[in-house]
Structures are given as structure tokens and as C-alpha cells.
């Protein structure tokens, strides 16, 4: 074979490097073939990977935007109110007047001053109740004072609801018992039982002659919407206006403050336009896959593929086709334009204005029955389930793979033989060419002495 050199004749020869050489000539053809075959699959993969991730974040995108509906609200509160108020999609146009009359606040108890926080107070068991539920600590010779109590107390597995601290003043150390939560249903109550009868000292019923002293009482919140009053053992009122989360800060009687709700036209303007980027991505990831540039001469990964060339096609008739029905039938009604590369663009202005104008046609373009959401779902749906298209196409190019792996498997079985089959046979001849060259070098002996 052309390119193949032997060094030498007789015992001299380069056997390891003839066969080498011959083995390689022999695999090099079907070597090429396979890493041809690996190289390619693998290409295919990524770029099917590629074009999936940017389907499912578009996927995500119309998921979200049948779930919480086109129309975005925002809860706009006049300055200096004592309250917050957020809006959800679930909201309901409209302005409120809005007093908050009393804000929800915890109850906290204080005990009289005692020497220090190591000061024992005394043995025993205390029951403790928030609302009612209640649990107990168990307080033993040696771990009985003031700052053992506020320790078992927060350390208490079933605790239900009471932060415990002690701090220590110019008149001596108070332990402080506080609930964790406002309102008049989640007060405290301390009940002392058995033991020296020290436990007293942190009693509190409510009655005379407790120990602890109320500094703080449980309030309820108090708030009233358009003179309708409204009462919540805490600061969040979430269930009063649809769609309207209020907080309460702070409390002003008898002022009211306004909440208007309206819909956030830049918030769906947002949104779309997100939605736009996305759609975007995914064609332009399938242009860019099956396509071949004439003027770089680069082919795409997936160059022709039918798969996604078909998602693509099946995409640009989702947001062309009209809506039957709707007044305003197509997305061009709403600021929507597709390009002749298949990309999408929103106009901001005809948006808005159709929004303002046709609100519940607009919606209903994109969230309703027959319209973009539902029509883009199918389809995405129909390429990203597991057994969806792009599974089939990914099951059959991970087959190609695998029949790439055991076809190089068995090249290199069929190689190993024929070098062991080279080996013997170059082994031989060397054996052979040994001999005749000692046989030579007998005769020539021989011839010489004859002369």
C-alpha cells in the first residue's frame, strides 16, 4: 500500500509499524463513517435541546397568562394612609374610601424587677396559654431562674405562639412574655402549678394579684370600607376587596383615605411584550437549526428537518388565524405584526388603544376560547409532551447514537483480530527471512573456503 515504508530486510524489520499502518488504513474509512454519524447526532441533540428549552420558557409564558388572565390591576393609595394595598389579576375596577380605625397589635406582659436574670424564681410547672391552646415547661432546682424560664419557654417544641426575653433595667431584671401574633384572639395567660409556689411571681389570669403585668393589650384591627366597619385579629385584610390585599400600618380614626383600582395598562403591555421576546426566541432558534446559508455556506444543525420546520409553521398559523366570533378576529387588531421571517412585533399604541377600547374582545383574542392561548398550548403541547414530537425525534437520533457506539464496538473487535492475524503473519515472515539469511551466511562461508 502506498505510504507504508519496511525498514529493512531480514530480522530488521519494523513490524509494529507496518501493522499499525496497516491497521489504520483498514478502519479509516468506516472510523470516519461512525465519528461522521457521532458528530452529527450529537449536533442534532443540542440543537433540538436548544429549540425545546426556548418552547417550554414560551410554554410557561401563555401558562401564565391563562391562569392569571390578560388584564393586570394596580391599587393606587392615597399619600400619608395608614395601610398598603396591592391588586392582583382578580381585581375589580373601582375607588374605595378606606378608615382604618384601630391597628391590630400583640399582647406583652412584664414581670416585677428581680435582682438579675440569674435570679431563681421558683420550681414547679407553668402552664402557658395562647388563645387556646396552651403547653407547659417543666422549671427543677438549678434551672428555675429568671432567664432558665425565658429559655425553656422559646425552646418548648409545642409552644404556641409566646416569644419570651429578659431585659435588664436601672431597677432590676423583667422578664417580658410577648405573643407572636395580634389580635384579641391569641392573649396570654400563665398558670402556675404545684412546685415552691416562686412561680407566682410570673402568674397572669387577668386577675388581681397576678404577677405579670399586661404593658401592651391584644387589639383587633379595625378598618372601614366605604362605612361598612370590618374586624381581623391581624394586620392583613385579603378577603375584603376582590382582588385587593390591604395592610394595615398604622391607625388614624376617623380619616379616610382612598384605594382606586384600575387596570395596569403598562404591566400587560409588559407582559405581552415578554410573551413577543419569547415567541421570538423559539423561531428564530428553528430558522437558524434547518436553514442553509448560501452566502457562509453553513447548514444548520437540523438543515430541513421536518420536525421543526413544522413547529415553526404550525406556530406562524397559530398567530395569523382568526378568532371566529370576536369583533376585532385577528391579532393585527390588537398591535400585533408578523414579519416575513416569521418574528412577531407589538405595537405599544394600538395595544393600549384597543385595551382602553375593546377590553373584553382584547382578552378574549388571547385568553379565550379559540384564541392564542389555547391555539399556541395544542401546539406546543403536541411538540413538548414526553411522548410529543420532539421526544420521537430525539428517541430516534439517541438510536442513531447508540447504533454509532456498537458499530465502533464491533469495528474495533474486528480490528484486533486483524492485527493478531498481521502479527502472526509478519512474525513469520520475519522468523523466516531470519533463517534464510543464516543459511546465506553458511554458504557463502562455505563457498569461501572452496576458493
Do not use: C, W
Not at 429559655?151 to 418548648?156: L, P, Q, V
Amino acid at each position: 500500500m502506498a505510504g507504508i515504508s519496511f525498514g529493512g530486510v531480514g530480522s530488521g524489520l519494523d513490524i509494529a509499524g507496518i501493522v499499525n499502518q496497516l491497521v489504520a488504513a483498514e478502519r479509516s474509512g468506516a472510523d470516519a463513517r461512525i465519528n461522521r454519524t457521532l458528530a452529527q447526532s450529537n449536533a442534532q441533540i443540542s440543537a433540538l435541546g436548544n429549540f425545546r428549552s426556548a418552547a417550554s420558557a414560551l410554554q410557561r409564558q401563555m401558562t401564565e397568562l391563562g391562569k392569571t388572565g390578560l388584564t393586570q390591576f394596580a391599587a393606587t393609595v392615597q399619600a400619608d394612609a395608614p395601610f398598603t394595598a396591592t391588586a392582583s389579576d382578580k381585581a375589580l375596577p373601582g375607588r374605595y374610601a378606606v378608615t382604618v380605625q384601630q391597628q391590630a397589635s400583640a399582647q406583652s406582659l412584664r414581670s416585677g424587677a428581680f435582682a438579675s436574670a440569674d435570679a431563681v424564681v421558683g420550681t414547679g410547672t407553668l402552664r402557658i396559654g395562647v388563645g387556646d391552646k396552651h403547653f407547659e415547661i417543666e422549671l427543677t432546682d438549678g434551672d428555675n431562674a429568671l432567664s432558665s424560664i425565658a429559655g425553656a419557654i422559646n425552646r418548648a417544641a409545642d409552644n404556641t405562639g409566646v416569644s419570651a426575653r429578659v431585659v435588664t433595667a436601672d431597677g432590676g431584671a423583667h422578664l417580658i412574655l410577648s405573643s407572636r401574633n395580634a389580635g384579641t384572639g391569641q392573649t396570654i395567660s400563665v398558670e402556675p402549678i404545684g412546685g415552691d409556689g416562686g412561680l407566682e411571681a410570673v402568674r397572669f389570669t387577668g386577675s388581681a394579684g397576678d404577677g405579670l403585668t399586661q404593658i401592651q393589650a391584644a387589639k383587633d384591627a379595625i378598618i372601614e370600607i366605604d362605612g361598612l366597619t370590618v374586624t381581623r385579629g391581624s394586620n392583613s385584610f385579603d378577603d375584603v376587596l376582590p382582588g385587593v390585599s390591604l395592610r394595615v400600618t398604622d391607625q388614624k380614626p376617623g380619616t379616610a383615605f382612598t384605594v382606586d383600582v384600575q387596570a395596569d395598562l403598562d404591566k400587560t403591555v409588559s407582559r405581552l411584550s415578554a410573551l413577543v421576546s419569547a415567541y421570538n426566541a423559539t423561531m428564530g432558534i428553528a430558522r437558524d437549526v434547518t436553514r442553509y446559508d448560501a452566502a457562509t455556506g453553513r447548514a444548520g444543525a437540523l438543515q430541513g428537518d421536518a420536525t421543526l420546520r413544522g413547529a415553526s409553521s404550525a406556530l406562524r398559523t397559530v398567530v395569523s388565524a382568526e378568532v371566529s366570533g370576536n369583533p376585532l378576529g385577528v391579532l393585527s387588531a390588537i398591535g400585533f405584526t408578523t414579519a416575513t421571517n416569521g418574528n412577531l412585533s407589538l405595537d405599544d399604541s394600538t395595544l393600549r388603544a384597543a385595551l382602553v377600547d375593546n377590553p373584553n374582545p382584547a382578552e378574549q383574542l388571547l385568553t379565550g376560547a379559540g384564541g392564542l392561548g389555547e391555539r399556541m398550548t395544542a401546539v406546543l403541547d403536541g411538540y413538548l409532551a414526553s411522548d410529543g414530537r420532539l421526544a420521537a425525534k430525539q428517541g430516534g437520533l439517541e438510536a442513531r447514537i447508540k447504533t454509532a457506539n456498537n458499530d465502533q464496538a464491533q469495528l474495533n473487535r474486528r480490528m484486533d483480530r486483524v492485527r493478531e492475524g498481521l502479527e502472526r503473519q509478519f512474525n513469520a515472515l520475519d522468523t523466516l527471512v531470519g533463517q534464510m539469511s543464516s543459511t546465506s551466511d553458511f554458504l557463502s562461508a562455505q563457498l569461501a573456503r572452496l576458493l
